[in-house]
């Protein structure tokens, strides 16, 4: 499954370009801009399975760094401040990834 089968294109287009400078993503915008905020819980487990790059049933610290290369390849990577504000924010139960569930509540925040 790609992430385009759930989100559209221009949308994923237009909340890249909102933060290409190193340290201008903010998740709460980023999930509103792309419409993942407004998708249905299963659509958004379905995208988690896409970002959970080693199917590992998290997504940790390294696949965080690479969120915007899941949306298109010619993305940046992260930066650390960004990768470690983004885990923080995901991550509430301190076990140093996000599962399923806490990426649910992370996108309808």
Same mark, same amino acid.
């Given at each position: 499954?790609?992430?385009?089968?759930?989100?559209?294109?221009?949308?994923?287009?237009?909340?890249?370009?909102?933060?290409?400078?190193?340290?201008?993503?903010n998740?709460?915008s980023?999930f509103?801009?792309?419409?993942?905020?407004?998708? #249905?819980?299963?659509?958004? @487990?379905k995208?988690? *399975?896409?970002? !959970?790059?080693?199917?590992s &049933?998290? /997504?940790?610290? +390294? $696949?965080?760094?690479l969120f915007?290369?899941?949306?298109?390849?010619?993305?940046?990577?992260? #930066?650390?401040?960004?990768? @470690?504000?983004f885990? *923080?924010a995901? !991550?509430?139960d301190?076990d &140093?990834? /996000?599962?399923? +569930? $806490?990426?649910?509540?992370?996108?309808?925040a």
């Amino acid at each position: 499954m790609a992430i385009t089968d759930i989100l559209s294109a221009k949308d994923i287009e237009s909340a890249l370009s909102s933060c290409q400078a190193d340290d201008s993503f903010n998740y709460k915008s980023f999930f509103s801009t792309v419409g993942l905020s407004s998708k #249905t819980p299963d659509q958004i @487990k379905k995208v988690f *399975a896409i970002l !959970d790059q080693d199917k590992s &049933g998290f /997504i940790e610290e +390294e $696949e965080l760094q690479l969120f915007l290369k899941n949306f298109s390849s010619s993305a940046r990577v992260l #930066t650390s401040a960004e990768t @470690k504000a983004f885990l *923080a924010a995901g !991550d509430t139960d301190g076990d &140093g990834k /996000i599962g399923v +569930e $806490e990426f649910q509540s992370l996108v309808k925040a």
